[in-house]
């Protein structure tokens, strides 16, 4: 078993079409195993990237996930909606 995380977002368009947005980086776990793998992404043109710090970059999209989700299913808003700057002085 090989831990490795995944950023991105979809928007569901209308039925049958989703848009994939904000790609990032795809950390995987150290090993060779991880290498090979970050490399096969990178060559495909994802962020394909090993990491010593797997369980910390979990936790992080945990906490992400945790903040992010909610607001964008309460509002109704596209991913991404909440960095508008316009929000700025809500977020401190």
Same mark, same amino acid.
């Given at each position: 078993m090989l831990r490795a995380?995944? /950023?991105?977002? =979809?928007?569901?368009?209308? @039925?049958? &079409? &989703? !848009?994939? !947005?904000?790609?990032? &980086?795809? @950390? /995987? !776990?150290?090993? @060779?195993?991880?290498? =090979?793998?970050a490399d096969a992404f990178t060559r495909?043109?994802?962020?394909?990237q090993v990491t010593d710090h797997i369980k910390d970059e979990m936790w992080q999209k945990v906490v992400v996930n945790c903040v992010i989700n909610p607001v964008n299913a309460i509002t109704r808003a596209e991913v991404g909606a909440i960095a508008d700057e316009r929000l700025r002085p809500l977020k401190q």
């Amino acid at each position: 078993m090989l831990r490795a995380i995944t /950023h991105f977002g =979809a928007i569901f368009r209308t @039925p049958g &079409v &989703v !848009e994939l !947005e904000g790609q990032r &980086v795809y @950390p /995987h !776990e150290q090993s @060779p195993r991880g290498t =090979a793998i970050a490399d096969a992404f990178t060559r495909s043109g994802l962020d394909g990237q090993v990491t010593d710090h797997i369980k910390d970059e979990m936790w992080q999209k945990v906490v992400v996930n945790c903040v992010i989700n909610p607001v964008n299913a309460i509002t109704r808003a596209e991913v991404g909606a909440i960095a508008d700057e316009r929000l700025r002085p809500l977020k401190q």
